[in-house]
């Protein structure tokens, strides 16, 4: 099938485009390149430099390419800066997302996958976090997704459009020939965090709050290989063949791992010690989060395969081994 990956020069979308190709799709990339990189765009994919709220533009490349299915990675993903500058958020993640929508009502394409997030649980009381728990984000990041996922399963409700919702809990790694990976800015993230600090491209790493009720203190987290998501992602095209369609997963290993395991990790596959400054526990981090995948497994035959943090770093570092200096542009937050 015809792929539009939007956001398809990001982190994710990028991944997912790789693993389109080798599932014998065809990916045609849409992005801005504010935040994504031209070098991890693939040799001889269709790419479209275009704004996603340019929605005259969108439809008319949906409909030239005649794209089958629109899979959607365009978000922003900071959570402080949603909560300093919400506006761009919901400008953005709500109502360029709205824009894109319309575009497909346009040009009568009516599948679309959407990078949903963990976030829109909030703060749980339980875990691990299944499908149906209350939805209830802390953030304006969150917010912003949990209101697309409302705008979708109203379209299914009316026939417009079927859509596959993925919430994600930590996007990790990289794809397996180091041609690709994470390269963010500001980056965010603790697997990048931990090799930078570790081949000392940036100061000892802090670590916020030892005194969580945690095995060792520390945050406790679902780490799982962005490759992974990837492959869930083309496994639900087959779900949306059918009209009124809105299914949405949990995207997690289930197998969550603390900061200080992390950094073990890190510290045992660069062989280089990770230098860390413990601090105090910021506003709004849940001590746990991590996933119940059993619906994914059920439903799409789906099984992550990067299952111990020792193999998903083991990844990010090549990657960083072959692109010290990440893709050595301006670019990057997906």
Not at 15 to 29: E, F, N, S, Y
């Amino acid at each position: 099938m015809n792929i539009l990956v939007v956001g398809g020069a990001g982190y994710i979308g990028s991944h997912c485009v790789r693993q389109l190709l080798l599932a014998g799709h065809t990916p045609i990339i849409l992005d801005n390149l504010i935040y994504g990189h031209a070098a991890a765009i693939p040799e001889g994919c269709a790419f479209f430099n275009e704004d996603l709220g340019n929605r005259a533009a969108v439809a008319t490349i949906l409909a030239e390419e005649q794209i089958d299915v629109v899979m959607h990675f365009a978000a922003y993903i900071n959570v402080g800066e949603s909560v300093n500058d919400p506006l761009k958020y919901y400008e953005n993640n709500v109502g360029n997302t709205i824009q894109l929508l319309l575009a497909m009502k346009d040009a009568g394409v009516s599948k679309f996958v959407f990078s949903s997030t963990c976030a829109t649980y909030g703060d749980p009381e339980t875990l691990p976090l299944l499908e149906d728990m209350a939805q209830a984000p802390i953030n304006p990041y969150g917010a912003t997704k949990l209101h697309v996922e409302h705008i979708l399963q109203d379209l299914a409700r009316s026939g417009e459009i079927s859509s596959a919702v993925f919430r994600y809990f930590n996007a990790s790694g990289a794809a397996a020939d180091g041609q690709i990976g994470e390269d963010h800015f500001p980056e965010t993230h603790l697997i990048p965090l931990a090799i930078a600090a570790a081949t000392g491209q940036r100061p000892a790493l802090k670590i916020f709050g030892t005194d969580y009720p945690t095995p060792d203190g520390t945050c406790l987290r679902d780490y799982i290989h962005v490759d992974d998501l990837s492959r869930a992602h083309i496994a639900a095209f087959q779900k949306l063949e059918e009209p009124n369609t809105f299914v949405h997963y949990n995207l997690g290993t289930g197998k969550p791992s603390s900061v200080r395991e992390i950094l073990n990790a890190v510290e045992k596959v660069t062989g280089l010690p990770v230098p860390a400054e413990e601090d105090e526990r910021r506003a709004g981090d849940p001590p746990s989060l991590y996933a119940d995948n059993t619906k994914a497994r059920e439903e799409l035959n789906w099984e992550p395969l990067f299952m111990d943090v020792q193999s998903l770093i083991a990844s990010a570092w090549k990657w960083h081994q072959n692109h010290p200096n990440g893709y050595n542009d301006p670019k990057g937050q997906h």
